[in-house]
């Protein structure tokens, strides 16, 4: 096993298609929450193998494309301080904030280096002791553990020049917030590697609130069109409920260890999202035990109210509203070469996933 | 970002493991897990590993898929 071809299996592929194309009821829409699974479904060329009453649409798990402005102007304005070290994701260093980027900072000088892990962020940080080194938390329960794990790990190393600058939300709240706000679905895909950390039990709420099919998929082919078929079924048998199509690492209760972790470190706060604007206890906050790592805290530093780029409809598509093609800007002015908006930028933004795969 | 890959355990010190994925080594911290061994199989994200992979659940999903095939096609149950 290695856990990823077996799932790209042509015969598996096939017997779940002509299953899907069996379905004879009325048009359904299904949303798949994780941008992960937006840029699997289109590289895969999932929606072409789909019949014309069963349709996928993307939501707001890209973690760059939900992130505000107004946090990448607050990264930048923390590295034009000297001695300040700013450490990333790749992902966040092209997004254009309201006048720059942390690209174009870094060539005009400011010290932001990408980082893949939170670990190599704590190695910078015992390397310069001089200079105080801000790590930029964005991401849902998938990465808010690995910065959870290095605050925990500064304090037991007393680092006293290591912080986090914290964007991360949590996802729940912005599932529950789509429905709310009317946008037509028949069912959940659900975020499968947000789950391994959560459990799948987080969506029951949502599920029985709504009366709205949840399926926690993984991200190969048939992994995807196995959920589909599932959530097809529960709504053929009227048996609404969250079932775990990814069972390989996902379980109802998830990893307690993680949730432990970020429950000492963080703190729910109201948050803002692109698209769905503020949403209660949706962010996750530093807490009070880790004050003294907390970025926001630690340094009061101006910064200037963003503003959103002009004709962008990035918030609309990250709540089912819009389809990428419907954007003035796409393929015109805004392509991932010279992106314009953040669901362009990231990779699992549906506007970038469009761009590369998709077919009309 | 949230994509994550999983790999096989091939040796651990301290809190890391080096992680085997399709032939290249990565590191992966161990702080989000307990009792991770050699030889087990890990999903992969952002430099730590997330969660454990059932080998059993793994093979069981691929024949929940086989299974499918003999079932007929089913009818839609009326309302
Ligand atoms: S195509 Fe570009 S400008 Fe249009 S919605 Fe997408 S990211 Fe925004």
Redesign the pocket.
Known sequence: MRYITEYRDKELVRILVDKIRAYRGPKVRFMEVCGGHTMAIQKFGIPSLLPDNVALVSGPGCPVCVTSLQFVDHAIALGRQDDFIITTYGDLIRVPGSSSSLEQEKSRGSDIRMVYSTLESLAIARENPGKKVIFLGIGFETTAPASAAALVQARKENLRNFYVLSAHKIMPPAMAAIVTEDVKLNGYLAPGHVSTITGAGIYRDISEKFGLPVVVAGFEPADILQSIHMLLEQLRTGNISVEIQYKRVVTPEGNLKAQKMMQDVFRLRDDWWRGLGILPLSGLGVSDAYADWDAERAFDIDVEPSQE?E????GD?LKGVSH?TE?I??DTE?NPAN??????VSEE?A?QAFYKYGVE | MCLSIPGKVISIENDIAIVSIGGSEVQAGLQLLDDVKIGDYVLVHSGFALQLISEEEAARTIELIRELQDLADDEPLSP
């Open positions: 780029p004709g962008c409809i990035c598509v990428p954007c800007l796409f805004c992106p314009v908006g953040t669901c362009m933004g506007c």
